[in-house]
């Protein structure tokens, strides 16, 4: 027989197996329990552990028994729990902890979250286009938005994309409030439960969250400097049969590194081959100076659905992305979202609309540039400084992907960071292998206080 988890018996240890089950979604109200002798050999314990373990989940109205039939999940589906999916993290350092902690503290340093502090922001480009929205007369102040989105701004988001040389008129663009609910709502479109999904390793931690949200199955492949590894992609591909593959072309979250042109097409072709779906992330695109290449040029989105927004070089608060896809997707899309949201945020798109057409955001992304260029070249000083190495030096973005002092591990170093209010992204909230314990994320722009480093010399001498 396994042994019993430590300070837990086999009996409840049974029970807990049930329980997972059911929160994962694996038996929902009225399926039918594994019988008692199929569960013992399955759990490698005797059957009268089995009987009590199912006995004891009848008494607290989990299951109920039906003489002569087995076993049956009684009452109402259990909320969902994003933390009993998948293989369990350390509750302090997951991906959602990350997110809740960056996001919900207000004085602490955030040097492992993933936006730009709020004086780099356009302020007064935003406060211009909220006077002008004002004025805006009462339909767009009051009304639902076309499904689709604004018009106007389709048609300017089709000429910005041209300048990638992705072709993408207006008809094949949707407006969403976020990259992130872009991304959400391509997966209610083509994904099952139970759908195997390719993402990197690393890759962006909230990828993994919203798969298991969606009861997707997710598989990695580790990531090089010059995109996925092609050989460990192909062999996913052929035996694990992927319906999507999620990616950041250009400025990898979180490596900082950019697709080669050969890389890129060696990816697309294996795509074809296996009939496999590429959603293209590129949340990050206005950080380049010079575009990278794109799956959705390469590819003239037929196998690729390329996904935008303004939350990283404009605001977070105004909720504004966008999809790009072929024609018969976007149908089945706009008709999702209306499902889904009914009309999209016709505020947002409006507010965005009136800053894009005006020169002060190419300035203003401009100024973006050179100011992130100059914090990564002081933060990479600074960080090698106290040992704390780059995994590459990227072209351009906010992030750098460090690989710690050898013995040093990521998880513990965010715990003692918290105690000083400093939040740290460590490398196996991106990592699902569990394989990065040594590397943190680091956002240059959120670096530029001297607590943080600090901390981290006094931590690498006190190992």
């Not at 997707?216 to 092609?230: E, Q």
């Not at 003692?416 to 939040?423: G, H, S």
């Amino acid at each position: 027989m396994a042994d019993s988890l430590p300070g837990i018996t086999r009996v409840a240890e049974a029970m807990a197996a049930i329980r997972g089950r059911i929160q994962t979604r694996s038996l929902t109200p009225g399926d039918r329990l594994p019988s008692v002798r199929a569960f013992a050999k399955t759990m490698a314990m005797s059957v009268s552990t089995i009987v009590e373990a199912y006995e004891r989940l009848a008494a607290e109205g989990v299951i109920r028994s039906r003489p002569g039939s087995g076993f049956y999940v009684a009452g109402q589906l259990a909320p969902l729990s994003l933390a009993d999916i998948g293989p369990r993290l350390d509750r302090a350092v997951d991906p959602l902890w990350v997110s809740r902690q960056s996001l919900e503290a207000d004085t602490t340093l955030k040097p492992g979250c993933g936006w730009l502090p709020a004086d780099w922001m356009p302020q007064e480009g935003l406060r211009k286009a909220l006077r002008t929205l004002s004025r805006a007369d009462d339909a767009t102040l009051t009304d639902y938005g076309m499904p689709l989105g604004l018009p106007a701004l389709r048609q300017l988001l089709s000429r910005r994309m041209a300048d990638r040389s992705i072709e993408a008129p207006p008809e094949r663009i949707m407006l969403t409030e976020s990259g992130t609910q872009a991304i959400d709502l391509i997966c209610r479109f083509m994904l099952e439960p139970g759908d195997t999904v390719v993402v990197d390793d690393p890759c962006y931690f909230n990828f993994h969250a919203l798969l298991r949200a969606h009861q997707a199955r997710v598989v990695g492949v580790p990531y090089t400097p010059t995109g996925p590894d092609i050989e460990r992609f192909a062999e996913v591909l052929a035996v694990e049969k992927p319906r999507l593959y999620i990616t950041n072309s250009a400025l990898h979250n979180p490596t900082g590194a950019t697709l080669s042109p050969v890389a890129a097409h060696r990816v697309l072709k294996l795509a074809e081959q296996h009939g496999v779906t590429i959603i293209e992330d590129d949340i990050f695109a206005d950080f380049e100076p010079l575009p990278a290449p794109r799956l959705a040029a390469f590819d003239g989105l037929d196998r690729v659905i390329h996904v935008g927004s303004f939350t990283k070089t404009l605001s977070a608060s105004i909720r504004c992305g966008f999809i790009a896809a072929r024609g018969d997707w976007i149908e089945g899309l706009r008709d999702l979202k209306i499902a889904t949201s009914f009309g999209g945020g016709r505020l947002g798109a409006e507010l965005v609309f009136n800053v894009l057409r005006d020169g002060s955001y190419r300035k203003h992304v401009e100024g973006l540039r050179l100011k992130l260029s100059r914090a990564m070249a002081t933060t990479i000083t600074h960080l090698k400084a106290v040992g704390i190495v780059p995994w590459l030096e990227p072209e351009a973005g906010m992030f750098i992907w460090c690989r710690l002092p050898e013995g040093f591990d990521a998880a513990e170093l965010a715990r003692q960071a918290l105690q000083e209010d400093i939040v740290l992204a460590p490398g196996n909230a991106f990592s699902l292998s569990q394989s990065a314990s040594g590397y943190l994320r680091f956002n240059v722009a959120q670096c530029n206080d001297e607590r943080l480093f600090a901390f981290l010399r006094k931590a690498m001498k006190g190992r």
